[in-house]
């Protein structure tokens, strides 16, 4: 007897003896249509079952979830008549599960009227009907009349907007219903795969929906605002109209449709303002459900209509709750290339500023005055008289022409935040290996008045011949290189190149002293390694850290990583943070546990990261080797940027004993990572042009000062320092010194300014104050 034959015994004969090997199976090895027919017997296994036929039921229903089952005909009646029992013991049934059976049917679709209409009449009995896509799909199965009773009862008491939809989705084939019941959500807060949305975007009639309903949310919001619908605060729209519009949104937003800008300008404005001095808003579950879709499907434009509501809002708490769902947003938008360069003119004109490069600069009269919005890296607000610039808003201004000098104002935050957006997109196309038509980019990026400052510090790539790209650093090219509109042109990045042209380029932004608006020339490069060669399909590379766990899981969130938060209560101790990335083919997996706690604290432990590559719709590991480079160098970036940054090895005032003062103490002197080997590789080439040059050494993991009263050891990694001769720990609380940014670094980090203002406080240690840290370096000295 096979493994699936096995295994279907034990799921339905309770004589039958489970092997101990079969109790754990490995259903690598399973068919999709033998693991359909486990896991329609796996369905019916009930709460009396034995522990080891438990585990096989557990077993098979985590396959499935990774994998597609394909169903024969007679496992898909089956299912449909499990559904049915489960609902009537239960009283509740995925409906969805057969659904998706039918349309992963092997053969001839299967008379299921029958349990189809005992599905229908349980659901219909109910006060809250769950899943009405799927409701109005299985209606569909059964007969005509069962569906006529679905809608009618799904349409009544629930407002135009939704008996639209419902009417909408009743009158599409039985096919398109099934396909529609795959974005049916449990709860708003819970959004389904990205791709289940492809499918209502691809109906016309939906699509029409969509843009009727969004329409007429923002016709509801525009009379509440003129007085013709009383005002309740949050009573707006109702949670089904809410669920509704969220579904039409994402469709619209998906397809990137031409209205919604404009729609957008009224809608937001209506959700989040009330029209009397109250503090509440009309909607705020609407406007979280906006700002859910745009983590779904993003766009440039409603990115800034929702910050731009996020600075008017009244309710104290709205603008926190936005900014921690924008991370989110931002991230999301990175990662969608397509829309995320998408820039507005703004009415600027590229010129000269200062002296300098050309930037973008928009001018306007006010009076005798004249206000200049200039854009290089940022948006500023100056104000100029007779050509002379002012140093403040003159008080004509002010006075008479407020207006402009609010819309001025509010203009400067919204470049700040296209520009934000704008890098972000760019430095997340390095995952999707983002390639643009060169006419298109010399224009929309490298001429584009409000961009081009950014683009032009960064290296790209232009296929001069097919499979041959020649390197160029606009800043330092002057004129743009000449090449036909239709080649193609990409972000250049250190992995796809040797090694001595990496050094060139760095070398060149440090002698032209070129600020990057991320790290590109001077970016970690992760390779395998022979050790993740041995382990196959996971890496440990950065396992076995412990880190500040709540600041790890806000640096989740900024990067676009998606975790449950853990803490001492069930199911609370260990998550698997993960990453959709390359254009949703690949994802990744970092797997973390709750530690304990270190006073108000709290500590975790890394894991092992780990691949999965999408395969017709469903999750597969994927050995490590099979990862793009590419995409393996900036996952494994990110996970050596979690562990850095909130590792209490990077802690100078960690004081902790036990197991952690053990960890603390090997990795807060531990050999470099690719994060800390870059920041050596940038001091090797600014140290000599520093004012300390002759007091400074780089040796090894190290960076050895030189001072009056001692030597130090300034660690690469953790920043943090030893004093020579006996390697006594010197404990610094990060403090600036004044005149240390002064210091020009081809890129922005942290740990290596703290390093350099370290450096500068050291060799100078007879200029000390702080008498804590006088009495340590004195101490042994």
């Known amino acids: ?95 969805t599960r057969g659904l998706d059976a039918l349309e992963r049917c092997t053969g001839p679709l299967p008379d299921v009227s029958e349990p189809a209409r005992a599905l229908v009449g349980f659901w219909l009995e109910k006060d809250t009907v769950r899943q009405p896509y799927a409701l109005l799909a299985v209606a569909g199965l059964a007969d005509d009349g069962t569906l006529r009773t679905a809608v ?15 009417a909408v989705v009743a009158g599409l084939t039985p096919a398109e219903r099934t396909l529609l019941s795959q974005t049916d959500r449990d709860s708003r807060f819970v959004s389904p795969q990205a791709e289940a949305w492809r499918r209502p975007a691809g109906n016309p009639a939906y699509v029409a929906f969509a843009r009727r309903a969004l329409e007429a949310a923002a016709d509801r919001t525009d009379a509440i605002r003129a007085g013709a619908i009383p005002y309740q605060a949050d009573k707006a729209f109702t949670d089904r109209e809410i669920t509704s519009l969220g579904q039409a949104l994402r469709v619209a937003l998906l397809r990137d449709e031409p209205w919604l800008p404009e729609l957008f300008e009224r809608l937001l404005p209506g959700l989040a303002l009330a029209p009397t001095p109250a503090k509440t808003l009309p909607s705020q579950a609407l406007l979280y459900e906006v700002v859910r879709a745009a983590q779904d499907y993003p766009t440039p434009e409603l990115v800034t209509a929702i910050r731009t509501v996020r600075r008017t809002v009244r309710h104290a708490g ?51 005055y004249e206000a200049v919005v200039t854009v290089t890296d940022t948006a500023t607000l100056t104000w100029e008289k ?32 296209q520009l934000i957006t704008l890098v972000r997109a760019l430095e997340g196309g390095f995952t999707v290996d983002a390639v643009h038509p060169y006419g298109w980019w010399r224009t929309e990026l490298a001429g584009h008045p409000l961009a081009r400052t950014l683009v032009r510090r960064l290296i790209w790539e232009i296929e001069v011949t097919p499979g041959e790209w020649r390197a160029v650093l606009p800043e330092t090219a002057g004129l743009l290189p000449d090449a036909p509109d239709d080649v193609s042109v990409r972000l250049w990045h250190p992995i796809r190149s040797e090694p001595d042209t990496v050094r060139a380029w760095r070398d060149l932004l440090i002698e032209q002293r070129i600020r990057q608006p991320f790290k590109q020339a001077f970016r970690e490069i992760y390779l395998l390694t022979p050790a993740e060669e041995q382990t196959r399909v996971y890496s440990n590379r950065f396992a076995a850290h412990l880190v500040h766990y709540r600041k790890m899981f806000a640096l989740f969130r900024a990067r676009g990583w998606k975790s449950d938060l853990l803490g001492p209560w069930d199911g609370g101790d260990g998550d698997e943070a993960e990453r ?54 900036e996952v494994m970036r990110d996970v050596d940027l979690f562990v850095g940054v909130t590792s209490i090895a990077a802690d100078p005032a960690w004081t902790d004993g036990g197991p952690g003062r053990t960890y603390w103490q090997r990795a807060g002197f531990a050999e470099l990572t690719e994060s800390a080997q870059a920041r050596r590789d940038v001091l090797d080439r600014i140290l000599p042009r520093l004012k300390i040059a002759d007091r400074c050494t780089l040796d090894g993991r190290f960076l050895l000062v030189r001072g009056d009263l001692r030597a130090y050891k300034i660690h690469l990694g953790s920043a943090n320092i030893l004093m020579e001769p006996n390697d006594s720990y010197l404990c610094i609380v990060p403090a600036r010194r004044p005149g240390d940014g002064k210091v020009f670094l081809p890129f922005e980090d942290e740990r290596l300014s703290l390093i350099l203002s370290k450096a500068f406080l050291l060799a100078a240690d007879t200029e000390i104050t702080d008498e804590s840290i006088l009495m340590q370096i004195k101490r042994g000295a």
């Open 1 to 95: 007897m096979d493994l699936a034959a096995r295994l279907m015994s034990a799921l339905t004969d309770p004589d039958f003896t489970l092997e101990d090997q079969d109790s754990n199976p490995d259903l690598a090895q399973i068919s999709e249509e033998e693991l359909g027919s486990l896991l329609v017997a796996a369905y019916r296994v009930g709460t009396a079952a034995t522990p080891a036929v438990t585990r096989v039921r557990f077993a098979v229903e985590d396959a499935a979830r990774e994998r597609r089952p394909r169903y024969t005909p007679e496992a898909c009646r089956r299912l449909f008549e499990a559904l049915a029992e489960r609902c009537e013991e239960q009283g509740w049934a995925d409906l």
């Open 152 to 166: 009618e009862r799904l349409s009544r008491d629930v407002g135009p907007i939704v008996a639209d939809e419902i």
């Open 318 to 368: 709205v603008p926190k709750q936005l900014d921690k769902m924008l991370k989110k947003v931002d991230a999301a938008l990175a990662e969608r290339t397509d829309v995320a360069l998408r820039l507005p003119r703004l009415e600027f004109d590229t010129a000269s500023i200062s002296g300098s490069a050309a930037g973008g600069v928009l001018r306007r009269t006010a009076g005798d």
């Open 386 to 417: 007779d050509g002379r610039p002012l140093r403040t808003v003159p008080a004509p201004v002010r006075r008479d022409h407020a207006a402009l000098v609010k819309e001025l104002r509010e203009l400067v935050k919204r470049v700040n935040a």
């Open 580 to 633: 959709t990335l390359a254009a949703g083919e690949w994802r990744v997996r970092f797997f973390h546990t709750w530690a304990d706690w270190a006073g108000d604290d709290e500590l975790a432990s890394t894991d092992q990261v780990r691949f999965d590559r999408r395969v017709q719709g469903a999750w597969r590991e994927a050995p490590l080797a099979d990862v793009p480079p590419l995409v393996f160098s």
